[in-house]
């Protein structure tokens, strides 16, 4: 099982982005899907998370300008950032609560992506 992570990039504040991220493997079901991030010198934070029934949780922080989707068939979520602010410069990471087959085990772990790089300039 892996999860792939895409979309960051260099944007201006006030711009625009959007985060992918991709679940693959010997998947059975996924639980909770979400972003965190990390900014330099801190520690990686809560930006957003969805139930499997689509129940979402915000950080203050993004409230209002960042809306996370997922889409249960294809075992994506995504993260649609607007309004972007130089604070929200950090790498993101998506994670996901899943339960795989191991040789006919039915096992839970959390899972995390790789990181995508997320610069907003002023």
């Known amino acids: 099982v892996q999860l792939q992570a895409s979309g960051g990039g260099l944007v201006q504040a006030g711009g625009s982005l959007r985060l992918s991220c991709v679940a693959s493997?010997?998947?059975?079901?996924?639980?909770?899907m979400g972003w965190y991030r990390q900014a330099p010198g801190k520690q990686r934070e809560l930006v957003a998370t969805?139930?499997?029934?689509?129940?979402?949780d915000y950080s203050d922080s993004v409230q209002g300008r960042i809306t996370i989707s997922r889409d249960n068939a294809r075992k994506t979520v995504d993260l649609q950032m607007d309004s972007l602010k130089p604070e929200d410069t950090a790498v993101y990471y998506c994670?996901?609560?899943?339960?795989?087959?191991?040789?006919?085990?039915?096992?839970?772990?959390?899972?995390w992506g790789q990181g995508t790089l997320v610069t907003v300039s002023s």
């Open positions: 493997g010997s998947i059975l079901s996924i639980n909770t």
């Open positions: 969805m139930t499997s029934d689509g129940t979402t």
């Open positions: 994670n996901a609560d899943i339960y795989y087959d191991d040789t006919g085990l039915r096992l839970r772990r959390l899972y």
